[in-house]
C-alpha cells in the first residue's frame, strides 16, 4: 500500500475563527482533479491529485439524453473531449440557449451514455498547459459512478479517507429537460454510502434552488453555495439576487439555514487592487464564520495568466508564478480550504502556512 502524502481528515470542517482558533487543517479540494498537469476530469487527473496529497476530488456534473450524471466541466463538450473531430457526431452540433447564453457546440444531453463513451477527454487549456495537453485522447469520459467508485479504490491504495465534492452544473437548464440531478446526486451518494453529515462528502452549487432542493431529495450530507464577482445565481436572476447580494451578513445568516459553507471567487476574499496586485481581504471570511459557515474560495492555478501581477514571475502567460504565496495569503485570510488546479503547490502552502502557526 502506498504511504499517504497527508494525514488530514477531510470529515473535519475547520470551522477557523482565526489562524489561532483553527480546529483543523485547511482543506485542498482538486478542482477537476489535478487538472493543472492532466485533462481535467479523468481517472488519471484524481489519481494523480490524491497522490499529491488532495483530501477531495471534485467532479462537475451534467447529465446525458438517457439520464446519467457525467463528469464534465459544462454541457457543451467542444473544449473538453474529441467529439470536434469525430464525423459520425458532426450533424450533432447545435445552437441552445444554456442559463440564458447562447452556446454553440456539441451538448451532452444530446448524446447517450453508450455514444459518450466513445469520445475522449482533451486539455481544456491547451495552450496555457501543453504538457497536460500531451494525454489528449487517452482517457474517456466518467460517470458520476465512476468517479465515486474510484474515490473508494483511491482510499483503500493510499490508507486514508478521500473526500469527493460535487458540482451539479446549470441544474435549472437540467430540469427544464426533463432531468432532476438533485435526487439522481442523492441516490447514487446513498447508494455509495457518503449521503451523511458525517461522510467526507460535500455537494456544491451556484444555484440555492438545488442545494434546497436536495433536502427535500433526502440529502443529509453539507452543502456549499458557489459565488462570483458580478455574477448572478441564474435561479434568482428573474428577481435580481445577485451573488454579492448572498454575502452580506444578514444574507449569509439566511444561507446558513440550507447550507454549510460558501465557496466564494477568490477576488471576494482578497480583491486585486486597480494594477492587479494582491489587495487586503475584505470582512467576507469574517461574516460568513459569524454565521457558522466554512469558506472555501476558488481557484487557484499556478499560470501567470491566473495570478495576480505581483505573483507572476516572467512575462509567459503559461509559466508558474508565486501560487504557494498567493494560497498563503488566503490561508491568513482565516480561509478554510481552497479549490486548486495544481494540488501539490496547496498542499505546499498549507504545510508553510501550518508551519508558521
Given at each position: ?24 487543517a ?59 473531430d ?63 467508485r ?19 452544473k ?53 452543502s ?9 445565481p ?34 471576494q ?18 461574516d ?17 495568466a491566473?495570478?495576480?501581477r ?48
Open positions: 500500500m502506498r504511504q499517504p502524502t497527508t494525514c488530514h481528515d477531510p470529515c473535519a470542517i475547520p470551522w477557523a475563527r482565526s489562524r489561532r482558533e483553527r480546529s483543523a485547511p482543506l485542498i479540494f482538486a478542482h477537476r482533479g489535478a487538472c493543472g498537469y492532466r485533462p481535467e476530469h479523468t481517472a488519471a487527473a484524481y489519481e494523480l491529485a490524491v497522490a499529491m496529497g488532495a483530501d477531495y476530488i471534485e467532479p462537475d456534473l451534467v447529465m446525458t439524453a438517457d439520464g446519467v450524471l457525467v463528469d464534465r466541466h459544462e454541457p457543451d463538450i467542444s473544449e473538453t473531449t474529441d467529439v470536434a469525430r464525423p459520425e457526431f458532426a450533424g450533432r452540433r447545435r445552437t441552445k440557449g444554456v442559463d440564458g447564453t447562447v452556446v454553440t457546440g456539441w451538448f451532452v444531453d444530446d448524446f447517450t451514455l453508450e455514444e459518450l463513451r466513445t469520445l475522449r477527454a482533451t486539455e481544456r487549456l491547451g495552450e496555457l498547459r501543453p504538457g497536460s495537453a500531451r494525454y489528449d485522447g487517452r482517457y474517456p469520459v466518467m460517470t458520476f459512478e465512476d468517479v465515486l474510484q474515490r473508494a479504490d483511491l482510499a483503500r491504495e493510499y490508507g486514508r479517507p478521500i473526500g469527493i465534492i460535487p458540482e451539479i446549470h441544474p435549472s437548464y437540467l430540469r427544464e429537460l426533463g432531468h432532476h440531478p438533485e435526487a439522481e446526486v442523492t441516490r447514487l451518494l446513498e447508494e455509495h454510502g457518503l449521503n451523511d453529515p458525517g461522510a467526507a462528502a460535500w455537494v456544491q452549487c451556484f444555484e440555492p434552488s438545488a442545494l434546497q432542493n436536495l433536502r427535500t431529495c433526502g440529502y443529509r450530507g453539507h456549499l453555495l458557489l459565488t462570483e464577482v458580478g455574477g448572478a441564474f435561479d434568482l436572476r428573474a428577481q435580481g439576487t445577485t451573488c454579492a447580494d448572498l454575502l452580506t451578513p444578514a444574507a449569509l445568516q439566511d444561507v446558513a439555514r440550507w447550507a454549510d459553507a460558501v465557496s466564494p471567487q477568490k477576488t476574499v482578497i480583491p486585486w487592487t486597480t494594477d492587479g496586485r494582491l489587495g487586503e481581504a475584505t470582512r467576507l471570511v469574517a460568513a464564520h459569524a454565521a457558522g459557515l466554512a469558506v472555501f474560495p476558488w481557484t487557484f492555478r499556478a499560470e501567470n491566473f495570478l495576480p505581483d505573483h507572476r514571475i516572467g512575462d509567459d502567460p503559461a509559466a508558474h508564478g508565486r501560487l504557494v504565496d498567493e494560497v498563503v495569503a488566503h490561508l491568513d485570510a482565516g480561509v478554510d480550504g481552497i479549490f486548486c488546479d495544481h494540488p501539490d503547490l496547496c498542499v505546499e502552502a498549507r504545510a508553510q502556512f501550518l508551519g508558521g502557526n
